[in-house]
Each structure stands twice: as structure tokens, then as C-alpha cells.
């Protein structure tokens, strides 16, 4: 198991732009899936973006081209770039983490070659952050 702790969330207006970071307290040995979520009022968490350990990366169709995943292994740090704000990404971001040791996640990421953008794969989480777009 292992912490994780967002920050960067905030209010602004429609176009605007926001960094997500999530910082983890160790490394995930074995290899990670590490990823965004998105939770509104009444909703479960919404994948956003995902990556691997290897910097592959998958989004949802509602962000592509607009968000960008990244992270910095050397500080534990996952980001969140979101570019062209609107009100639908409203909502809680939750930074979520899987180790890659062996087991179904491995399986499936090894035939897939992508970490998934269903939470329920995901069992390390932080606190959320809030991120409100609107005029």
C-alpha cells in the first residue's frame, strides 16, 4: 500500500488551465498503473488518463488532445496537465494506483499493452481535489 496525495485543484473559467500533481509515498515495486479520476455528485470515479511505468498512456475520448498524464519517477509524482477547461470536467479528481506485480492486472496490461480506465482495478487512492469550471 502506499499514500498518495493530490493538490492543484481550484476554480477557473472555461478555456483555462489546471495541474494536477499526486505525490505517492514510495515507489511501486513491480511496475505501477497510476491514473485520474473523475467523480461527480451521485457518479462513480470516471477514468480520465492512465499510464504505466513504461510512460504509456491512455485517456478517455472526452479529453484527448486537451489533457496530458505524465509523471516523474524520481519524485513518486504523477500530473495531470488539463488545458481547455469546461464545465463537464467539473468534479473530484482522485489520484489512483496499482502495483504490476503478478496477478490479473499484470495479465491483462501484458495482453493489452495499456493500464485500464476502470477504478475498480485501482486500489491504492488519495483524498481528491476539487476542480470547479465555471463563468
Known amino acids: 500500500q502506499v499514500q498518495l496525495m493530490e493538490s492543484g485543484g481550484g476554480a477557473v473559467q472555461p478555456g483555462g488551465s489546471l495541474r494536477l500533481s499526486c505525490v505517492s509515498s514510495?515507489?511501486?515495486?513491480?511496475?505501477?498503473?497510476m491514473g485520474w479520476f473523475r467523480q461527480v455528485p451521485g457518479k462513480g470515479r470516471v477514468g480520465i488518463a492512465v499510464i504505466d511505468d513504461d510512460d504509456w498512456s491512455t485517456y478517455a475520448d472526452s479529453v484527448e488532445d486537451r489533457f496530458t498524464v505524465s509523471q516523474d519517477n524520481s519524485k513518486n509524482t504523477l500530473y495531470l496537465q488539463m488545458n481547455n477547461l469546461g464545465p463537464d470536467d467539473t468534479g473530484v479528481y482522485y489520484c489512483?494506483?496499482?502495483?504490476?506485480?503478478?496477478?490479473?492486472?499484470?495479465?491483462?496490461?501484458?495482453?493489452?499493452?495499456?493500464?485500464?480506465?476502470?477504478?475498480?482495478?485501482?486500489?491504492?487512492w488519495g483524498q481528491g481535489t476539487q476542480v470547479s469550471v465555471s463563468d
Open positions: 514510495k515507489r511501486i515495486e513491480g511496475g505501477h498503473c
Open positions: 489512483g494506483a496499482a502495483s504490476l506485480a503478478p496477478g490479473r492486472l499484470r495479465s491483462m496490461v501484458d495482453l493489452s499493452k495499456r493500464c485500464p480506465l476502470v477504478s475498480r482495478w485501482y486500489d491504492n
